[in-house]
DNA sequence: CTGAAAGCGCTAACAT
DNA sequence: ATGTTAGCGCTTTCAG
């Protein structure tokens, strides 16, 4: 049994012939280099024979590049996050890129740590959900010429390439959809984060509202109660409050989560003749009862163009072309949590 | 401005040093190799204000150790994994590891890719979900000593370190609870695939089933077809055709997820008698209607479990210890789907 | 107490 | 048409 890792250089002695030739059959530039057909097969065949696979660690601290993918996002366990990471991961994949997944929470600090970690470990390029006050490391990366695609939320000062959905558009839709159907004290729900994402929904909803004469209602969950009972304690004091109960719209999943279970547990009485509309689909609103209106965001679409725009950096990390921003359009999805009161 | 890379030589040339007392006092061997305590200091410092940090590559590829993990699962967009991911990559993360993920969809040969893939950029330990047929794969892992574990399933000849829960109990004591509350003909449905968990569910439902003298009636779906429409098909006629329709028991998840899909959109009449339990707990089951029965895997008792595993062998990566099989209690969570029938 | 030098495995100018 | 050589940036043995 031969214990000898092998390596560019046992084959190289075992063929009789230098590592450069071996490395140059290997890496395709035979014919660029004048190789002779005899020999690049013969390598080619020895190198089949033994299963030899180069160690990818060397290549990249050789040559700067590691084929992998940072995917960053607020949380892995999202449903959305993830079915969105699954896109991403089949697109590099099939392109030769490993993708790493790493959940930020949203947090400043977590984010810029773990950037940090993965640019030394010479990372080709980040998709980045970005926490709210990131802009400097992002800007470092940028000015490093690495490719970087951020996606859901943007800063305005950080001229950076975004794959995002028509927040505004999608959420004054929504809400002119509830409107339409009848209901007047529509309470908008949301986190109390200054992301750009909440806020286009935010503005979306106030202006179907402002347009419709009516109250804007707000409830604003601090960011770090949303995923606790007491996100749900707030929300449920809020709607026995309002006057008339009327309908919700929910800025994002996991409010709707929480709130739906307190409801169910604790105040099955209000959701009944509640309107419900929530950003995000999922799929068990098909199933609950009643059937709830989602606005979609398309994961399809939007992973194959945050890769699309990653592998074109990726191609031409040099020249600096005007970032892009693409907009992908959400989808209303009318089920039956929206319609018209009885 | 410097353009140029900071790097341990050019520390080692600023400071009028050599590269090898810079390493030695950030690796903190300065005690050790007797360095004074003002070079130490000054370095330390130096380091400090630069910002300095070591490249990984050039590190791992000199002592082959990359704290890079991998989390290979079948699906991570499936909420029982990527639940379980987060809780991973949080100890991981603690510990000074990071995670890549990977889907490897219950493929062998997507699995043995993925796992040489890695392999060649020297990750320090694999946590996987094993497809069927990788047994090979994962001795040639064990014999080159490189950290495994298995979760979920694993193979009866192969020694491995392995996490899963106690599904044959798990799987006796819903089908029991069924029974007790006087379900008669309980249709079990799963997939046609010889893997441990899946066999051990079925054993303990059908031991079940046969110490209370009932007849077993059990539906096999086939793996390929158990996320698409096919599979719902398949359920939906099968339970048109079982008298009395009594109480259905799910194996895995997503048979679940497109059972209910199926039933709501296209034969609402039958969910309502039919009793209901399910493998794998989802957030979502206590919002439904009615609320869904369902056993549940401990996520962060197993990601525990997993990772303390995981860390030991890390450590002491030569001795040859047995290999621990470690079986963590599922929950049967009783709600309103399992309820008597009236 | 500190440094020189070898080498992890690969690539790519620069020979020849 | 193929080989020599010099690194990529770090760790670690061995010498002093």
Redesign the pocket.
Do not use: M, V, Y
């Given at each position: 049994m031969n214990k000898k890792?092998i390596?560019?250089?046992s084959i190289a002695e075992e063929l009789?012939?230098?590592?450069?030739?071996v490395?140059f059959i290997?890496?395709g530039k035979a014919k660029e280099?004048?190789?002779?057909s005899k020999?690049t097969k013969k390598v080619l065949e020895y190198v089949a024979e033994i299963k030899y696979q180069?160690?990818q660690l060397?290549?990249s601290?050789?040559?700067g590049k590691s084929n992998i993918l940072v995917f960053m996002v607020e949380d892995i366990s999202n449903s959305f996050f993830s079915k969105l990471a699954r896109v991403i991961e089949d697109i590099a994949n099939a392109k030769g890129y490993k993708v790493i997944f790493c959940s930020n929470e949203n947090d400043d600090s977590r984010s810029v740590d773990l950037i940090n970690i993965f640019s030394l470990r010479q990372v080709d390029g980040f998709i980045i959900v970005p926490s709210p006050g990131i802009q400097h490391t992002i800007k470092k990366l940028l000015d490093e010429n690495i490719p970087v695609v951020l996606l859901d939320r943007y800063f305005e000062d950080v001229d950076c390439n975004i794959v995002v959905i028509n927040n505004k558009e999608a959420s004054y839709d929504a809400t002119s959809h509830l409107i339409k159907n009848n209901y007047k004290n529509i309470v908008f729900i949301t986190t109390d984060t200054q992301q750009t994402q909440m806020l286009d929904r935010l503005e979306g909803y106030k202006q179907a509202v402002a347009e419709n004469g009516l109250e804007p209602n707000i409830l604003f969950i601090p960011y770090n109660d949303a995923h606790t009972d007491m996100g749900s304690s707030l929300i449920i004091n809020h709607i026995k409050m309002s006057q008339p109960k009327d309908a919700i719209f929910f800025a994002t999943n996991y409010l709707t989560l929480k709130a739906l279970e307190a409801f169910k547990a604790e105040a099955p009485e209000l959701t009944h003749p509640l309107g419900l509309v929530t950003f995000d689909d999922n799929e068990f609103f098909s199933i609950l009862t009643p059937t709830i209106t989602a606005v979609s965001q398309p994961l399809v679409a939007m992973g194959n163009q945050l890769m699309d725009l990653m592998l074109e950096l990726l191609k031409k990390k040099d020249s600096k072309d005007a970032p892009q921003k693409i907009i992908v359009d959400a989808q209303l999805i009318i089920r039956d949590s929206s319609s018209a009161p009885q």
């Open positions: 890792r390596s560019l250089k009789n012939i230098s590592a450069t030739t490395s290997l890496n280099k004048h190789i002779s020999l180069p160690n060397a290549r601290l050789r040559t």
